[in-house]
Every structure is written in structure tokens, then in C-alpha cells.
């Protein structure tokens, strides 16, 4: 609805109010170079696809005499095609001591959700939504609700995440009644929904700079990469980063390329070659 809603303003706004019955190849193509200015690939995969839609729709309902939608050009998406960004252990390392260092509320709430991020991998809601009844301290150990997967799974309290939660819990959080965990640091004192810009603030004082993406997801990246070095079974990695299945894994395979030359055959002939 919202890609027809702006495709609908951008015709009628050209001085088009007669209709759409004049619709043609040449206006798809206008509009496809005005709406996708900028985008990438998969961005502009999916507003292709949502316009093919609509054009369908139009066609089916007597709208416009011609069915636009094959005439919408937009790129061959492949899968696993894009590398996710991630960091090595250095850099995640630079990046929870100098957070460590900000003694500051914000400071004792950044670094807490850090070290979930690097040492669970955990996804950037999973963070948001963990509340104060899902630390077991008795036991060691949380809960982790998996946002995708609607299920839930039990996580060991390491020591470090664990003193830095009680640091922030009994320095840092807000006094408020709320129950999830991780708190704005400035009125009004909601729950947290997202971590992009504290994860970006923290990795540009560390002078760290991922390749791609900067966002909570270079961690679990990192994480995922580890674990495959780890040589850890594909089904045990989904299960802690709560996938679905295993397919959702294989796009980290991608990141550990030197583990993957290692163990490259060579090809036939390809002494020959060079």
C-alpha cells in the first residue's frame, strides 16, 4: 500500500489526473529511475517487486488495458551474495575498553549491552526485550527470547556479562518501574528499541570501522565466525543464535574465507594454468 500510495501521488502529480488508462513503459521507467535514486540492490529489488504488484492489480481490476509488471526491470538478487560485515577479536576488544572506561550511567548500560552483543550474539531486540525477571542469578544463567522464532533458550551468565550487569543495575539504570533491563539514559526513561546509534557512537570512539554496516548485527556476525572457527557444528551455531534452521547459518560461512582457503581442494590442471 505505501509503495502505491507514492507511486499514485507521482503520476497524478505530473498534471495526470485523467487516469491511469494512459499509463506506459516510459512512465515505469521515470518512475523506477526517480524512486530508486540511491538505493541498493536489494532495496531496489523490493520496490520492483512491490510495483510489479501493484501494476498486476491495476491490470487484473481494469485499471490499465496492459499488464506493466514484466516491463519492471529491477536486479537479479543471488543468495549469500552479500558478505555481512563483522570484526575481529581485536577490534572487539578496543571497543568493550574503551566503552569500559565511561564510568558514566551510559556508560555502565553501553558496555552491559556490548558484552551481550560480543559474547552471545545476540539480535539487537533480543537485547531490548530482555527484562529483569529473565536473570536467574542463582543459577547463572537467562533467558533469551528469540524474536524470530517466537521460542525461548537458556543462556550461561558468564562473569564478565554478569559484574557488568550488576555494575549497571545497581549504578546505572534509572530508578523506574519498569521491567525490561536496558533503559534511556535521558527522560523520558522508556525501555531501549534500538542500539544502532549507541553501537555506532561506541565504535567510532574506539576508531573502529567495519567495512560495511555498523549497526548491533557486526557482533553477532563476529560471534557466528568464531563459533565456525570453533569448529562448532552448524546446528549447535543456529541454535544459540536462534535460527530457524540451518540455512539461516550458512550466510556466515562466507565471513571466515581464510578457514575456507585452508581447506580448499586444488583444481585439476591449474599448475598448468599459471
Known sequence: ??????????????????????LSVRDIDLYMDMRTAGLRRISLASVAARLRSLLRYLHRTGRIPTDLAPHVIGPMLYTYEGVPSTLDSKQIA???????????????????????????????????????????????????????TNSCSYMPLLTPVGEALLDYLRLG?????????FVRSCAPYTFMTNLYGMVQRRL????????????PHVFRHARAV??????????IIGDVLGHRSTESTNAYLKLATEDLRAVALDVPGSEVLS
Open 1 to 22: 500500500m505505501r509503495e502505491a500510495r507514492h507511486f499514485l501521488e507521482w503520476q497524478l502529480g505530473r498534471g495526470r489526473a485523467v487516469g491511469l488508462a494512459s
Open 94 to 148: 578496543a571497543v568493550l575498553e574503551v566503552t569500559r572506561k565511561d564510568s558514566s550511567p551510559r556508560g555502565l548500560r553501553d558496555y552491559t549491552i556490548l558484552q551481550l552483543l560480543a559474547t552471545y550474539g545476540l539480535r539487537e531486540s533480543e537485547v531490548c526485550k530482555l527484562q529483569l525477571e529473565d536473570i536467574d542469578w542463582r543459577a547463572e544463567s537467562f533467558r533469551i527470547r528469540h524474536t524470530k
Open 173 to 181: 539504570r534509572p530508578q523506574v518501574e519498569l521491567r525490561e533491563i
Open 204 to 215: 567510532s570512539a574506539a576508531d573502529v570501522t567495519p567495512p560495511g554496516k555498523r549497526g
Open 226 to 235: 568464531e563459533l565456525l572457527r570453533a569448529s562448532v557444528p552448524q546446528k
